[in-house]
């Protein structure tokens, strides 16, 4: 049964046509970096590779494919309650709380769907375009792809929550870029607290755990090790979805 209404929200995104229009999106961004870093800025073969390039790709496109997976998160409730199919939805057997996490699934399946397009083009013309060597190698670019998964996972998160409270899509995904912009701001204010270190948006990076400096960059790190990050994020996560299927249980349909 389950499996049913994940497919069935998966047939609704194909149907509607949003997210063949921002794969598209994707590829063609690809190639115009790929065009723009070969000959405009003069990348060549002895300067960079198909593995750098695939990074680079996704240090630009990265962002989209999070905000792009919140805002069909929050999308997928809004709809409901705008189109009035939400009635006939909940008059069938399963419950609320399934249906939502089947639309949970359905967008996570996309996501990463998304993901895996991103790195594979990139791969593909990176291969194409650039042939040399670079600090990057292509388990370093794997790497980077899946420390980001937890955090898009939050957001989606966030904005099926938001969605389901305020059921306005662009109201939810707004609040899910404030959020994540100010939540940063916000950590690094509170860092003097002992207790800082349990708030979300400190534990969201968690590429700054790897021992590869070219993975980890310059970020910090609340704990010694990932784990209690990735305990923190799943907690949070839980909580939010948790409460936004105590919401969607109670929410009056008129």
């Avoid at 960059?217 to 010694?224: A, M, Q």
């Amino acid at each position: 049964m389950f499996i049913r209404l994940v497919h069935n929200e998966l047939l609704k995104f194909h149907y509607r046509k949003l997210l063949y229009g921002f794969a598209l999106f994707l590829i063609a961004a690809i190639g115009i970096i790929g065009l723009v870093n070969r000959f405009m800025l003069g990348w060549t073969d002895s300067t960079q590779s198909g593995a750098g390039f695939a990074h680079t790709c996704f240090s630009v496109l990265g962002l989209f494919i999070m905000v792009f997976s919140a805002a069909l998160s929050a999308q997928t409730i809004a709809d409901e309650f705008k189109e009035g199919t939400i009635k006939q939805l909940l008059i069938r057997p399963p419950g609320r709380s399934m249906i939502l996490l089947s639309k949970y699934a359905a967008v996570i399946i996309v996501m990463l769907s998304l993901l895996i397009v991103t790195l594979l083009i990139s791969a593909a013309l990176g291969a194409i375009l650039f042939r040399g060597h670079s600090d990057f190698s292509w388990l370093a670019v794997v790497k980077v792809y899946a420390y980001r998964i937890p955090e898009y996972l939050f957001f989606i998160t966030l904005s099926l929550l938001t969605g389901t409270l305020v059921r306005s899509p662009v109201l939810a995904i707004t609040l899910a870029i404030v959020t994540n912009f100010m939540g940063q701001t916000l950590t690094a204010a509170l860092s003097k607290y002992s207790w800082s270190k349990l708030l979300i948006f400190g534990n969201l990076s968690l590429q700054s755990y790897d021992s590869d400096p070219l993975i980890r960059g310059l970020g910090t790190t609340p704990f010694t090790g990932i784990l209690p990050s990735a305990a923190i994020i799943l907690i949070y996560m839980a909580l939010l979805l948790y409460t936004a299927a105590a919401v969607f249980r109670k929410t009056d349909i008129n």
